[in-house]
């Protein structure tokens, strides 16, 4: 089936450091989307994205889509502890079956020891 | 909250019973999900609905079934549970695939001995 690459798998993060993390894919889709996991719960929508080339701020998160539309990559500005997570992106297509989301694996987020 | 609540939350079957997890939403959302998810997979696609007694497989449906006869309900079973099935299952609920992300339930725990 259709795969995501999600990058890094983890990463440690210090209070106020700037976070990347982005999402590629062989395949072309048409809405990027951008989630959180806390321990416990499930993953909440952080950012929707819909246009090649957009690029969406939700606070101290900026997502982009990217240009080709086969990637997308999410910043977190000046981390803080409750950033602690696993952030998944998402890749939609429109159209029967391929209209379902289809998830990367995430990045998991940890507090520097 | 969205409205919808997974039953429940953990649960520890032996080899072989049959388990039935449910999903209850109070959107009146067109479309309903059933994932899980494993460490180092992600989240992954079992089988959708959409709509009343519509519903087709995702990528790893083998072991699993589903039934949605009424619009709030989507009921997933392990028909015969095993090992390789313990997880953490997550619905997912949406309006429109298009143009919103879905919404997750909090999870069920399932735990096969």
């Known amino acids: 089936g259709q795969q995501l690459n999600q990058s890094p798998q983890s990463m440690f993060i210090q209070e106020g450091e700037d976070v990347s993390m982005n999402c590629t894919s062989s395949?072309?889709?048409?809405?990027w989307l951008w989630y959180k996991q806390d321990p416990g719960e499930g993953p909440v929508l952080l950012i929707a994205l819909y246009k090649a080339g957009e690029l969406t701020s939700n606070g101290r998160l900026t997502a982009q889509f990217g240009i080709t539309r086969k990637d997308s990559f999410l910043n977190i500005s000046a981390s803080i502890p409750s950033d602690v997570g696993i952030y998944f992106c998402?890749?939609?297509?429109?159209?029967?079956?391929?209209?379902?989301?289809?998830f990367g694996k995430g990045t998991k987020l940890s507090v520097k020891p | 909250d969205a409205g919808i609540t997974q039953s429940p939350r953990h649960k520890v079957t032996e080899t072989g019973t049959p388990v039935t997890l449910r999903c209850h939403q109070t959107?009146?959302?067109?479309?309903m999900y059933w994932y899980r998810q494993d460490p180092g997979h992600g989240l992954r696609l079992i089988h959708y609905?959409?709509?009343?007694?519509?519903?087709d497989k995702g990528e790893v449906s083998d072991g699993y079934s589903v039934s949605r006869s009424k619009t709030e309900d989507f009921l997933l079973t392990l028909e015969s549970a095993t090992s390789s099935q313990t997880s953490v299952y997550f619905c997912?609920?949406?309006?429109?695939?298009?143009?919103?992300?879905?919404?997750f339930g909090s999870g069920t725990r399932l735990t096969v001995v």
């Open positions: 395949s072309i889709f048409n809405t």
């Open positions: 997912a609920i949406t309006v429109d695939r298009a143009m919103f992300g879905y919404t």
């Open positions: 998402a890749g939609q297509r429109y159209g029967g079956s391929q209209g379902n989301l289809i």
């Open positions: 609905s959409y709509g009343v007694k519509d519903t």
């Open positions: 959107e009146n959302h067109r479309y």
